[in-house]
């Protein structure tokens, strides 16, 4: 990490993303006591989550599904954490119904396949009813009901007013389901913005446009120094010129205009662009034969 300073803030899903080897997982590792920083401090509702006397209460994590004593049912997994934090055994059986689990609650951890597995992680970090919820790559293993289920998870559990974090590589999902990100690249802050202005940011330079006279507005465009692609009939990519220029060009030759949209960036589009130089691994590039 090089001066890594972010905050979390409640009733949101923030989404952390980075490149692989940026540092997301040494972060959470940090929050909660795994790793140690060589200066700086990490803290929970102000406190180091060590200071905290059952710490499941405060703070619920998913860094390692895996990390399970495969021969223990998910009920008994539970129940062993439970019994160290204080946390009454109904509890045990109520998260297991929260995360899907309620029919396999004892059958040996052993059995279960990834996504499986990745649930009885979820329910790790759920056990206690934390205030906090760090989760990393959640949606690992998961079928698509399962990716939506965490999606509308990590909503419900903001809405309550939780403090929320999750790394994810999907930015399909971060899309949808983060309120906010915090970017990193090779241990540095790159954004710590909402999705909206990260997005924002990203100028794609593509109008979309729809006219029953695509035909003549094209070449009107192209006259125009516009680069003019075409997919779909009636339907114009239009790049080099802004919306307004378009519309001005197009009430100039008699050219009705059904739809005059500038291209707006993807979270992974504008993801990409901001990340482009913090890669840690990158591909040899193959020479020519």
Do not use: C
Request: charged share 20%; proline share 4%; hydrophobic share 40%.
């Amino acid at each position: 990490m090089r001066n890594l300073s972010f905050t979390v803030r409640p009733g949101q899903v923030t989404g952390f993303l980075g490149p692989n080897g940026a540092g997301k997982s040494t972060t959470m590792r940090m929050i909660v006591g795994l790793d140690r920083p060589t200066g700086g401090t990490a803290t929970v509702n102000g406190r180091e989550y060590a200071e905290y006397h059952a710490p499941l209460q405060k703070v619920g994590v998913l860094l390692e599904a895996k990390a399970v004593h495969r021969g223990r049912t998910a009920r008994n997994h539970l129940l062993a954490l439970a019994q160290t934090h204080g946390i009454p055994a109904g509890r045990v059986d109520e998260t297991l119904d929260l995360v899907g689990l309620g029919e396999a609650a004892r059958r040996r951890v052993g059995t279960f396949s990834l996504g499986m597995g990745q649930r009885l992680g979820i329910a790790v970090a759920l056990l206690g009813d934390p205030e906090v919820i760090i989760l990393d790559e959640p949606v690992n293993g998961l079928d698509p009901d399962g990716v939506l289920w965490i999606r509308n998870l990590l909503k419900d559990l903001a809405g309550q007013g939780r403090t929320v974090l999750v790394s994810s590589h999907l930015m399909s999902e971060m899309a949808v389901a983060a309120e906010h990100l915090v970017v990193i690249g090779r241990g540095r802050l790159l954004a710590d913005t909402t999705v909206e202005e990260f997005i924002a940011r990203v100028d794609t330079g593509t109008v979309i446009v729809r006219s029953p006279l695509a035909g003549e507005l094209h070449d009107l465009l192209i006259g125009h120094g516009a680069t003019v692609a075409s997919t779909e009939r009636g339907v114009l990519r239009v790049h080099g010129l802004p919306a307004e220029r378009i519309s001005e060009l197009a009430a100039s030759g008699g050219v009705p205009l059904h739809e005059l949209t500038p291209k707006r960036a993807s979270l992974e589009e504008a993801y990409m662009e901001l990340t482009r130089d913090a890669l840690e691994y990158r591909p040899a590039e193959r020479s020519a034969a």
